[in-house]
């Protein structure tokens, strides 16, 4: 099965792919797409990155104290 590729942006990438990697523009849009599945496949989700700093926060006792937002209006220069 053939790949047409009609995107003229698609076909200069290609081109300079292929003239970096010094491969044909069928092997540098190979190269490309296995590179591109690779980092898909080996990516960490968000909510699995930031897992351990929610630990690491709710780790801390709670105090029951309630935030007093006039002081944090006046940190960030609000009325």
């Known amino acids: 099965m053939s790949l047409n590729i009609r995107s003229q942006e698609v076909n200069r990438l290609a081109d300079k792919l292929a003239t970096m990697a010094g491969v044909s523009k069928t092997e540098a849009v190979r190269l490309a797409l296995a ?3 690779a980092r ?6 968000l909510v ?3 897992k351990p700093i929610q630990d690491y926060i709710a780790s801390f006792p ?3 104290l309630k935030a007093d937002k006039a ?4 940190l960030n220069g609000e009325p």
């Not at 002081?71 to 006046?74: A, K, R």
């Open 40 to 45: 898909r496949e080996e990516s960490v989700p």
């Open 62 to 64: 709670r105090t029951g």
């Open 48 to 50: 699995e990155r930031i």
């Open 35 to 37: 590179a591109e599945i």
């Open 71 to 74: 002081f944090f209006d006046d």
